[in-house]
């Protein structure tokens, strides 16, 4: 009797302990996310993580390139692996951007730097099939699914400007589809336009509206992979929805608005926006909008929140200084207007090495809730293509990260920013130095990494936890001893300080907090009441993330 009863009590005491952990979960799951306040995790999929040895090579891509420019085996499986181990919800990461998944050109080009494959993902010979390097569709749809279930959205990476380079075994697109000539000047808009953006990079004729056939090559492909007839009837049916001409343009708008009904993506990150007309933009936007929509009727259990798709530009060179419109000489384009939600921010590096931290945060503040309200940007430190990152010799890493991580608007961590990985690879030519495998060893092996690891954690969970600190409204409270300052969006309140002094600290939060009130340092994980206005304690930190608990 006594074993029948102490059986009952341990199945009842689990089975509160799974309610509980559920109603937890639930409360996660609930969690207020924006995208103006997100923090969005960077990574060359060839390069994070390698998941699946087995497809590390495919269509005979095994010759020797130079430094850093052939495949090295990350994949889509390698991604999924390090959600499952936690480590993005340990970094307070609640969006995953990656570059381009679908497959490249399969032989390689050489332009000076040594043969280069098409390892990041911008050179495209078929925008409706995932690159073998990569993975599958199979891969694809577990990445997602696990990622959602963890609170983090996908965003993967459009590229409607260009196909990949011509070589021996990828011959070049009809001419009714690319132009291979003139070169782009960059002195005006139709010079930034019609044209190809280097040597060999075949630029799509988005501007026409001419019909179009398939490539004959894509069509050969596609009846050598079985699936000529699906492909063409799912084109006939998108083509008499749309109303829109078989132009070059609509086809690939299609084959990209595929990964969203099929896969049940978040957004995307889309490459090249200048160089190609902005009325491009609002019709992928439209689009997009559409397929999000298909997504959400279908499959009503798997939306994780009301937010709409979302859609950020790379305008190379855009400033968040620039406003809503960015200058091409002869004519200013707002790439904001019935298309993006945010454009990628290349101001910011510049001016964290040029202006104090008070006056960063007041002009992003600022500039946010005025001449960019209801617009985003998002804000970096380091990329793929930006050869002047912020910290290039990776000598302020708690830096970077409390500037990128604290400053208003979204953040992007490019791979290895929270690692410190090395940007000065010897042997490298141009942006392959920005490009090496991730450097997880490092995690084991170096004890300063795992204190920069650390401090890049506890600022990306203050920051993931509440959505005030990049989307709410910014408000300096002190800078005597240190700089001091609140971030509120709506309910969601904390107070900040950066640069104080270590040890005793005292600190007026009396403009958010009420007297009596328990509040917690995220940042050293003490908890302080709130006397007269104000807090004391102790840390051996100079930073402080006070929240309500």
């Given at each position: 009797m006594r074993k029948i009863l102490y059986?009952?009590?341990?199945?009842?005491?689990?089975?509160?302990?799974?309610?509980?952990?559920?109603?937890?979960?639930?409360?996660?799951?609930?969690?207020?996310?924006?995208?103006?306040?997100?923090?969005?995790?960077?990574?060359?999929?060839?390069?994070?993580?390698?998941?699946?040895?087995?497809n590390d090579i495919n269509f005979d891509r095994s010759k020797e390139t130079g430094k850093l420019r052939g495949f090295k085996g990350g994949d889509i499986k390698g991604i999924t692996q390090k959600i499952k181990e936690g480590y993005f919800t340990k970094l307070g990461i609640n969006a995953i951007w990656m570059t381009p998944i679908v497959e490249q050109i399969h032989g390689g080009t050489d332009e000076g730097t040594?043969?280069?494959?098409?390892?990041?993902?911008?050179?495209?010979?078929?925008?409706?099939?995932?690159?073998?390097?990569?993975?599958?569709?199979?891969?694809?749809?577990?990445?997602?699914?696990?990622?959602?279930?963890?609170?983090?959205?996908?965003?993967?990476?459009?590229v409607i400007n260009h196909t990949g380079p011509v070589t021996e075994k990828d011959p070049v697109w009809s001419e009714d589809w690319v132009r291979i000539e003139p070169h782009c000047t960059y002195d005006n808009y139709k010079n930034t336009v019609t044209c190809t953006l280097v040597k060999n990079l075949p630029d799509i004729k988005t501007e026409s509206n001419k019909n179009v056939e398939l490539p004959i090559q894509l069509v050969k492909k596609w009846k050598a992979e079985g699936r000529y007839e699906q492909e063409l009837k799912e084109l006939d049916e998108f083509f008499k929805r749309t109303g829109h001409p078989r132009a070059s343009r609509f086809y690939i708008i299609k084959w990209l608005t595929d990964y969203i009904t099929e896969f049940g993506i978040d957004g995307y990150r889309v490459d090249t926006v200048k160089h190609t007309e902005e009325s491009v933009w609002q019709e992928f936007r439209k689009e997009c909008d559409f397929a999000f929509e298909k997504y959400k009727k279908n499959n009503p259990e798997k939306v994780l929140d009301a937010n709409n798709f979302y859609l950020v530009g790379e305008v190379y060179n855009y400033a968040i200084s620039h406003g809503k419109e960015f200058d091409l000489s002869d004519k200013k384009v707002n790439y904001f207007d019935k298309a993006f939600n945010s454009l990628i921010n290349f101001e910011i590096k510049?001016?964290?090495?040029?202006?104090?931290?008070?006056?960063?945060?007041?002009?992003?503040?600022?500039l946010l809730n005025t001449n960019l309200k209801g617009y985003g940007i998002l804000n970096y430190m380091t990329s793929h293509d930006d050869g002047n990152p912020f910290d290039k010799e990776r000598k302020m890493p708690y830096k970077t990260a409390t500037m990128l991580l604290l400053t208003p608007g979204t953040?992007?961590?490019?791979?290895?920013?929270?690692?410190?990985?090395?940007?000065?690879?010897?042997?490298?030519?141009g942006d392959a130095t920005l490009r090496s495998f991730m450097n997880w060893d490092d995690?084991?092996?170096?004890?300063?990494?795992?204190?920069?690891?650390?401090?890049?954690?506890?600022?990306?969970?203050?920051?993931?936890?509440?959505?005030?600190?990049?989307?709410?409204?910014?408000?300096?409270?002190?800078?005597e001893n240190g700089l001091v300052f609140s971030r509120v969006r709506e309910e969601d309140k904390v107070v900040i300080g950066i640069n104080l002094s270590k040890g005793k600290k005292e600190m007026n939060v009396s403009s958010i907090f009420k007297n009596g009130e328990d509040l917690k340092d995220?940042?050293?994980?003490?908890?302080?009441?709130?006397?007269?206005?104000?807090?004391?304690?102790?840390?051996?930190f100079d930073i402080v993330l006070l929240e309500k608990i």
């Open positions: 059986t009952f009590c341990f199945v009842f005491v689990i089975a509160c302990q799974e309610k509980s952990a559920g109603k937890t979960s639930e409360k996660k799951a609930k969690k207020e996310f924006v995208w103006e306040g997100a923090n969005i995790y960077f990574l060359l999929t060839d390069r994070f993580n390698n998941g699946d040895k087995t040594g043969l280069t494959y098409g390892f990041h993902g911008y050179w495209t010979k078929d925008w409706t099939k995932i690159d073998p390097n990569f993975g599958t569709k199979e891969d694809l749809k577990e990445l997602v699914e696990i990622a959602h279930k963890n609170g983090i959205r996908v965003l993967l990476d459009a510049w001016n964290v090495k040029q202006m104090a931290e008070k006056d960063v945060f007041h002009k992003y503040d600022s953040s992007q961590v490019y791979y290895g920013d929270e690692l410190a990985r090395d940007l000065t690879i010897e042997g490298t030519v995690i084991q092996n170096n004890q300063e990494t795992n204190k920069i690891l650390s401090h890049w954690q506890k600022l990306g969970q203050f920051r993931a936890n509440h959505m005030a600190v990049g989307a709410g409204k910014h408000t300096l409270i002190s800078e995220f940042y050293s994980g003490q908890f302080v009441k709130v006397n007269q206005g104000k807090v004391i304690f102790n840390s051996k």
